[in-house]
């Protein structure tokens, strides 16, 4: 899995100039759209469930919904990934799983983006059928199929088991680690 940690804390320790300087060579326009993203990260021939995942991403990260990431969105986004405390990222990762947007997720929604989600990082390390299984089995107490905002943080946080299963599967550093680093690399 490897610890990207201390190079992360060095790169968000860099000053906000330093950034926005990033920022603007990556984009001149001020603006990320969904396809500068997909190029930032070399995304090419991704499955159709991979491809949404990568499209709720960014609209995830769009907070204004106006169909970009501005430099505010930007750092927004790599600090909560990075820095956020685990109530912040719980509620992202649930605003990323409930894909039709009804308020609540299902064991399909969750597998559905634990899959994409290992498409584009890469990490197979953990099972999502196996996880999936897990936090139903444990947080879902009421056998209703589906999971709440606060069911879900409530019974993550109480299952440290799940937590650190979460934490690794969702380890979206190597994800960030390109963003920061712009196409270097990865042009062709």
């Known amino acids: 899995m490897g610890n990207h940690g201390s190079s992360l804390d060095d790169i ?15 984009s001149p326009s001020g ?5 500068e993203l997909k190029a930032i990260l070399n995304l090419k021939g991704l499955n159709e469930e991979a491809n949404r995942c990568v499209e709720q991403v960014f609209f995830t ?11 505010v969105e930007y750092i927004a986004a790599i600090s ?22 009804n ?11 634990l899959q994409a989600i290992q498409d584009i990082t890469q990490n197979k390390d953990i099972d999502p059928e ?11 107490v009421k056998g209703e199929g589906e999971l709440t905002l606060e069911e879900f943080i409530e019974g993550a946080k109480d ?27 990865n042009s062709q």
Do not use: C
């Open 103 to 113: 308020g609540k997720i299902d064991k399909e929604e969750l597998e559905t983006i």
């Open 130 to 140: 196996e996880i999936v299984s897990l936090i139903f089995e444990r947080i879902d």
């Open 12 to 26: 968000l320790a860099e000053d906000m100039n330093h950034w926005y300087n990033k920022f603007m060579k990556e």
């Open 61 to 71: 990260f769009d907070m204004d919904g106006d169909g970009y990431i501005n430099f």
């Open 80 to 101: 909560l990934m990075l820095k956020g405390e685990i109530n912040q990222k719980l509620k992202w990762y649930f605003k990323l799983f409930d894909q039709d947007g």
């Open 159 to 185: 299952h440290e088991d799940i937590m650190d299963m979460l934490k690794t599967l969702m380890d979206l550093t190597p994800v960030l680690l390109k963003i920061i680093q712009g196409r270097t690399g």
């Open 31 to 35: 603006l990320i759209t969904l396809f």
